[in-house]
């Protein structure tokens, strides 16, 4: 009975997991950024094969007897991403060749054995998919940091950053995010002014911000759900949940309820952003079957099975969360 | 009786002029960009040192008779900026040591001969300043791309192209900028779609426009002002217009009224925008006195003079500005 390999590349962890073509997970290991985007394809690559080799060493099974792998990951393309990713595993003895899928994808079958439904994920971007007969036959946003994303880690985060600046300018109201986004660095939101009759403050918290990259400003995002009550802070929650409920919706028909698969790192660590999706979509009619999932690993799995011939019907889907769980 | 120098170094080109004492301007000359954060410090200290030396030389004075040199420019600070440009002047003979003044200032001396007031610039960022006794005294916005800088040409430029990428994503409304950024790249604005049920044009204007950098969107700023009737033009144009009345009211006191000197690209080649603002403020009863300036060289003539102990009165002033008619 051969064995298969499945990997969920994550801008901030990657995940891999052997699976028997039963369905029954059999190692389970972690590693770094595998997105090349994010990490650079070399990085992502090495975080890709690391937690592949450790996976296998904890199945128990010799890297040659892999018989398929599927590696779910974002923005991977011929040129950066493919060649990397297949000389890292070659590399570490795992002849199979990789069978590329969508995140959007992993992240959708994480959540439902189902063949047809919709995957909304926010992490530092956001995008959404309707998924047809087992493919992604609509997308909407996943545009990036500076033309999409809207609603997004990055989104918010660069929204928190933005009022912070406008507050300490004397343009935007008093927040509490001004004084949670200088401690950040360490500073205080001492009101000191210098001689162009500007916070000294101004001129510390841009020269901190501008020397991370832009997309770093998602690290941010945090802050808004660390203050209660600060209408600035709620207001971009809602602009945001706004948002992917919109982008949601663009892929959405009304011949198909659901399932809705909710993913990503923005959405799973809170929780008023997931309500606020939710009770958006009861509003539309389309209450039924919204549920969150950690990760995309279960999905790159069932992604496994099928291009190994292996329909993965409720039973094999219940077995790989199941067996999941033992080995994680 | 000595000359003096007097340099307006933007982002787009720099102008230099030579003046004597008296607020005669004898010789003007243009070089590239001279602004240290767009085009580099040593770049921008050879703009000019160019258009330095070719205004002495149209002058017909011999650079070592230079007797003072003030440069406007926005964004030089000792590390990057001073120096670069010292050793450059000092390399085409011309031994005044610089003195560095605003640009923020000199558009506003470039308006008017007082010395108390508002400027706003808008090019490819936003800035206003509340000039009391010739000195800057507060100071809004001006926080650059990703911080600030609303209502700038960046500003304009990017909700632009995320409004022409939302409609080909069908997330946002139908807008002829589509089309029209489309064309920018030589591509036509056709619908066909890709696997995964999104437009192909997404991808290739994706790969254009974050090939090249974010500030460059800037660019695109035009074409809101081309795109008449249109709607989502529109909204863009009037949220621009509030962003700038609101970081101008933001220096404003009430015991001052003006006069209220506009400048900066995003300005002079929008008239819209110019009577947007000027309506905005009729309409909070300081309706005095907006006038608009194509530069800052007036302005920077008017500081050389100042630092050699010469104020500019009405009269200076239009000798200044009737003189440089005739050099320019």
């Known amino acids: 009975m051969p064995e298969l390999l499945a990997v969920d590349a994550g801008g901030t962890s990657t995940r891999s997991v052997v699976v028997t073509t039963e369905g029954h997970c059999i190692g389970y290991a972690r590693a770094g950024s595998g997105n090349p985007t994010a990490a650079g394809p070399d990085h992502a690559a090495a975080s890709v094969a690391a937690s592949a080799t450790a996976a296998i060493a904890a199945a128990g099974v010799p890297a040659e007897k892999i018989a ?88 918010i985060g660069h ?75 709620e207001s971009i929650i809602r602009d945001a949940a706004n948002a992917l409920v919109h982008t949601l919706n663009t892929v959405v028909t009304s011949g198909m309820r659901g399932p809705i698969v909710l993913g990503g790192g923005t959405l799973i660590r809170h929780r008023t952003l997931v309500d606020r999706i939710a009770a958006g979509y009861a509003q539309d009619g389309v209450s039924s079957a919204v549920r969150t999932v950690a990760d995309g690993v279960v999905g790159a799995a069932v992604l496994a099975l099928r291009e190994a011939g292996v329909t993965a019907d409720k039973v094999v889907f219940d077995r790989l969360t199941a067996s999941l769980a033992t080995v994680r």
């Open 159 to 233: 929204r928190v950053a933005r009022a912070a600046m406008a507050d300490l300018d004397n343009r935007g109201p008093a927040t509490d995010l001004t004084r949670m986004l200088l401690a950040e660095f360490g500073q205080e939101g001492g009101r000191d002014r210098g001689p162009d009759g500007r916070p000294t403050a101004v001129s510390h918290a841009l020269d901190a911000l501008y020397a991370i990259r832009p997309v770093q400003l998602a690290r941010f995002a945090r802050l808004a759900f660390e203050a209660p009550g600060d209408e600035v802070a």
């Open 68 to 155: 398929g792998a599927v590696l779910a990951v974002a923005g991977v393309s011929p040129q950066i991403g493919v060649r990397a990713f297949s000389a890292a595993l070659k590399a570490r003895g795992i002849i199979a060749t990789p069978v590329f899928e969508s995140d959007l994808l992993a992240t959708f079958f994480s959540g439902t054995y189902r063949d047809a439904g919709y995957a909304l994920v926010a992490g530092t971007g956001a995008a959404a998919v309707r998924v047809e007969r087992g493919s992604i036959v609509a997308t909407a946003d996943g545009l990036g940091w500076l033309l999409g994303d809207s609603g997004s880690g990055f989104y």
